[in-house]
């Protein structure tokens, strides 16, 4: 049986308060149930029994969202828990249990070795935008939707020639006015 650390405040951070009851029981088994690495070989079908839940995978990611990352589909990795349980500079550690848990991140490609120097390499599962980028996105999301409006109004609108404003009554060449100044401040 593994024995682990286990932080006593993590009841008044605020991430953790934040989780339903539920999501907090399935974080403790996550953490009870990980190897000395902090991966957790995928057994939904435990999980949901032992908490008495109703989750899947994916959903577990998205709860967890950058502490829960999704190796393969066989292992997740608790993306703290070395650090946590070895300290900051594990990766360092001449200790035979931190070096075995290095030893299963190398395997599976987390941890990487270059002249003696490991270093972790966990990809970043989220697209990385700058406030720029971001309001470029949402100008783009704008001119969009104002395309859209004013494809609408076009096919509402249509222009008349001169001679077929001179053939409409004066209460259908007022309503004429009336869309066309609508469709001009479309347009602006």
């Not at 500079?89 to 249990?97: G, T």
């Not at 599976?108 to 720029?132: A, D, M, Q, R």
């Not at 404003?165 to 001009?184: A, N, T």
Request: aromatic share 12%; proline share 2%.
């Amino acid at each position: 049986m593994a024995k682990r650390f286990t932080d006593n405040q993590k009841w008044e951070d605020s991430w953790f308060m934040d989780l339903t009851v539920e999501q907090k029981l399935i974080w403790i088994y996550l953490l009870d149930h990980c190897d000395n690495a902090g991966l957790w070989k995928i057994n939904i079908k435990n999980l949901n029994y032992f908490c008495s839940t109703n989750i899947s995978v994916e959903g577990l990611l998205s709860i967890f969202n950058n502490r829960l990352i999704k190796i393969n589909k066989e292992i997740c990795l608790i993306t703290k828990f070395c650090t946590f349980q070895y300290g900051y500079d594990f990766l360092n550690s001449k200790n035979k249990a931190v070096i075995a848990a290095i030893n299963k991140l190398i395997q599976l490609g987390i941890v990487k070795e270059l002249k003696g120097i490991y270093t972790l390499s966990i990809p970043y599962t989220y697209p990385i935008n700058t406030p720029k980028e971001e309001e470029e996105d949402k100008e783009q999301e704008k001119d969009k939707l104002k395309d859209k409006d004013e494809d609408k109004v076009k096919d509402k609108f249509e222009y008349k020639t001169k001679e077929q404003r001179e053939k409409m009554s004066k209460e259908e060449l007022e309503q004429y006015h009336i869309q066309e100044d609508i469709y001009s401040q479309t347009l602006k």
